[in-house]
């Protein structure tokens, strides 16, 4: 019966992983880096520039195939 050993060191070895849930100390980790990436975000929204360049490259195209649709009508 040397399988019951085993089961019973796969067991001690789970164990440990509860004892570092129960560390306060990352708690107060995280809290210190939330409040530095908020200052280097808001920069980042403010360059929203460029994605106006692109609309404008759509819009010369419509009109183009706006005028050959009235050409057919007339006789």
Known sequence: HGNPSII????????PKKIPRKQPPPAKAP??????????????????????????????PSPAIAPPNQSPPPP
Request: charged share 10%; hydrophobic share 35%.
């Open 8 to 15: 019973s060191l796969a067991a001690a070895k789970a164990s």
């Open 31 to 60: 809290p210190s880096p939330a409040k530095a990436p908020p200052s280097p975000a808001p920069p980042s929204p403010a360059k929203a520039p460029p994605p106006q360049s692109l609309p404008p490259a759509k819009a010369p």
